[in-house]
């Protein structure tokens, strides 16, 4: 079994920082792509940001220059740095792993709780 646990959303003023972590622990042999997803409420979900397992990263449009995806493998660890946030950045935010449990396992995608992140003064 694998277990996603996000943290660090919350409630900020806009111009203001969020850094958002999620953790896998479980059974992981490897994790290959990892993503940040947002929805807000009415809307579909969609793609915030990506890193590949060689960390190349893609960010969607609206918040390139803002927002940087990072990981650290070590800890089965993916991160986002949210700076200069607004407003429109209000939702909840879903990390997404793509992983294998074991050598000769197919690639598993597996998504977090949730977490909110609200922009509001």
């Known amino acids: 079994q694998v277990q996603l646990v996000e943290s660090g959303g919350g409630l900020v003023q806009p111009g203001g920082s969020l850094r958002l972590s999620c953790v896998a622990s479980?059974?992981?042999?490897?994790?290959?792509?990892m993503a940040w997803y947002r929805q807000a409420p009415g809307q579909q979900r969609e793609l915030v940001a990506s890193?590949?397992?060689?960390?190349?990263?893609r960010y969607a449009d609206s918040v390139k220059g803002r927002f940087t995806i990072s990981r650290d493998n070590a800890k089965n660890t993916v991160y986002m740095q949210m700076n200069s946030l607004k407003p429109e950045d209000t939702a909840v935010y879903y990390c997404?792993?793509?992983?294998?449990?074991?050598?000769?396992?197919?690639?598993?995608?597996?998504w977090g709780q949730g977490t909110q992140v609200t922009v509001s003064s």
């Open positions: 997404n792993l793509n992983l294998r449990t074991d050598w000769n396992s197919p690639w598993l995608s597996f």
């Open positions: 479980g059974s992981i042999f490897t994790i290959g792509a």
């Open positions: 890193i590949t397992s060689g960390s190349s990263t």
